[in-house]
């Protein structure tokens, strides 16, 4: 069973950073894209960043600029940096793996919660 373990979150002032980190049991990255999504009070869950692979990445216009998404297929890790955050950016943040040969997000974490608020 594969499983997903987000962890970095936390409160930070606007314009702070954070570094958000999500564990994959199992050698799934290599074979996976890899999501983050993020769901503040009230709102649906929405895309944050993609990862399909390599140094290919896609990421939310209200991110563009701030937010990096990387792997590391080796260690089954994939990140989320943060910088130049906005109170607009606390939510729970979520990691989310597809298989390759999948129409539909397979694996979820359990979340993380940011919040930036002076």
């Known amino acids: 069973q594969v499983q997903l373990v987000e962890s970095g979150g936390g409160s930070v002032q606007p314009g702070g950073s954070l570094r958000l980190s999500c564990a994959a049991s199992?050698?799934?990255?290599?074979?996976?894209?890899m999501y983050w999504y993020r769901q503040a009070p009230g709102k649906e869950r929405e895309l944050v960043a993609t990862?399909?692979?390599?140094?290919?990445?896609n990421y939310a216009d209200s991110v563009k600029g701030r937010f990096t998404i990387s792997r590391d297929n080796a260690k089954n890790m994939v990140y989320l940096q943060m910088n130049s955050l906005k109170p607009e950016d606390t939510a729970v943040y979520y990691c989310?793996?597809?298989?390759?040969?999948?129409?539909?997000?397979?694996?979820w974490g359990q979340g993380t919660q940011v919040t930036v608020s002076s």
């Open positions: 989310g793996a597809r298989r390759r040969d999948s129409g539909t997000i397979n694996y």
């Open positions: 199992g050698s799934i990255l290599s074979n996976s894209y």
């Open positions: 990862s399909i692979g390599g140094s290919y990445a």
